[in-house]
């Protein structure tokens, strides 16, 4: 485009130059030439320039394509990776939808009932450098599915979580690295249930089991939703078959007086030492014990007045276990206490109070990997567990049955993006009830179907 803008130019003084005759008069033919000779060098000159300039363009051009390609990267269900900032982003939506012909908590209206619910969530990540990591995670979801329609110790999903579909700044913490990470503080707005009583094969309510009771124990009193917190992490040379985790927590979880009320955790996880040459599976052996300083209140039995004692202290100690047994095969187990002779703290004193007091409970399962049919991303889960109410909940009215559940889910990788998850549940001896006259005790069979869509 420039060099037809330059040769026309040139062209129209040339003609004006012919056409002018005072011109053509003063100036000889042999100086007109000369002065087109120039002209033609200096448009010559410009594009060279010219030229030299649109190279230098285009391999920047090339350049900043090539640094953004390394920079930033965006991988299907993954997020997205800012490489120089430190800054990673991931999104996922989780939607359950599930059903039952024995719901036990409708008034009486129902038994057959089918909801659904959704859980969208944003997760951000900055590192700084080698010494620190912000996270910030953002949450929203509506409806609480067909948990509202059932009366039990440990209800079936999980997942659930009515925010009217609104975003909530559920978790946002800073970690601090010490003595190249064998140290590592955290504080900020925690769950507290992600740093104690974890587990490999049963910890992840969009991937793993949905029913509450192979999350985390149903005999372990957290706070009443994320906190304050601060956590402390300890994996020493050369002791790195031992963590160390240590934390506080506000356990009313309202943020007044974030010191009055603490959720205390400590725990040990042990993991397998390779004492031979050969390739040893990883595990994790975790004990842990805690304390909820809330006030609580002494149950009594049946016919008897409420209490007006106030105890200061929940408190109990638990197991989880996780071992790979192959390639692609993995078990857990876990097992939970806690004090038998008070409420939770959330409770409402009644004839039974209006949430039980699991004394104890325990869990086991398998996860085999798709490996094995040709499905390398999918993944076949089975458990079983029981949650055991006190003897002092019974003595105030409440069920003395273990509450037995069994689930099953096949998660089935469709795309880099969706998976879909077929989930089956059985519960018996609902909220501790067997055999009960007047009271709808029959065990209660839960089917539905978990889709999650990473970004």
């Not at 009313?252 to 007086?257: H, K």
């Not at 409770?347 to 049919?373: L, R």
């Not at 909220?431 to 539905?448: H, K, Q």
């Amino acid at each position: 485009m420039f060099k037809k803008v330059a040769r026309y130019t040139l062209a129209f003084f040339v003609v004006l130059l012919m056409l002018n005759p005072s011109y053509a008069e003063e100036v000889s033919n042999e100086e007109l030439v000369k002065e087109i000779q120039a002209l033609k060098a200096r448009v010559a000159e410009l594009e060279k320039k010219l030229s030299a300039q649109t190279e230098r363009s285009c391999k920047l051009t090339d350049e900043m394509a090539v640094v953004k390609e390394k920079m930033i990267t965006c991988t299907p269900g993954e997020g997205i990776i800012v490489e120089g900032a430190g800054l990673s982003i991931g999104a996922g939506v989780t939607f359950v939808a599930q059903g039952t012909p024995d719901a036990n908590n409708t008034g009486g209206t129902e038994d057959d009932v089918f909801d659904a619910e959704f859980t969208a969530d944003v997760e951000i990540e900055k590192e700084f450098d080698d010494w620190g990591l912000a996270f910030l995670h953002l949450e929203a979801g509506q409806n609480d599915g067909i948990e509202g329609g059932l009366s039990l110790f440990s209800n079936v999903n999980r997942d659930a979580g009515d925010t009217g579909a609104s975003f909530d700044a559920t978790e946002w913490w800073y970690e601090h690295y010490f003595l190249d990470k064998d140290v590592i503080l955290r504080v900020g707005k925690m769950d507290a249930s992600c740093f104690v009583d974890q587990n490999e094969y049963a910890h992840c309510e969009i991937t793993q089991f949905l029913g509450r009771i192979f999350r985390n124990s149903p005999a372990v009193e957290f706070p009443s939703d994320n906190a304050f917190g601060a956590n402390i992490h300890l994996c020493v040379e050369p002791l790195t078959f031992a963590e160390f985790e240590a934390g506080y927590y506000e356990a009313d979880a309202d943020w007044e007086n974030i010191f009055d009320n603490p959720f205390y955790t400590a725990q040990v996880n042990i993991k397998p030492v390779d004492l031979s040459e050969e390739s040893l599976r990883s595990g994790n052996y975790r004990i842990y014990g805690w304390i909820n300083d809330r006030h609580h209140t002494k149950l009594v039995d049946l016919g008897s007045a409420v209490s007006t004692e106030r105890e200061k202290l929940n408190y109990g100690f638990g197991i989880s276990c996780d071992q790979e047994l192959a390639d692609g095969i993995g078990i857990f187990g876990r097992y939970g206490w806690q004090r038998p002779d008070i409420m939770p703290a959330d409770a409402t004193a009644g004839t039974p109070p209006d949430m039980p007091t699991v004394e104890h409970a325990w869990s086991a399962g398998i996860e085999i990997s798709g490996t094995y049919w040709m499905r390398d991303d999918d993944a076949l889960g089975f458990a079983v567990g029981q949650a055991f109410p006190s003897g002092e909940y019974d003595d105030a009215g409440g069920g003395d049955s273990a509450e037995g559940h069994i689930e099953t889910y096949y998660s089935c990788k469709i795309n880099d993006c969706l998976t879909l998850s077929p989930d089956l549940q059985l519960i018996w001896n609902p909220n501790g009830i067997d055999d009960e006259p007047g009271v709808d005790d029959d065990a209660i069979f839960v089917y539905g179907l978990r889709g999650q869509f990473d970004f």
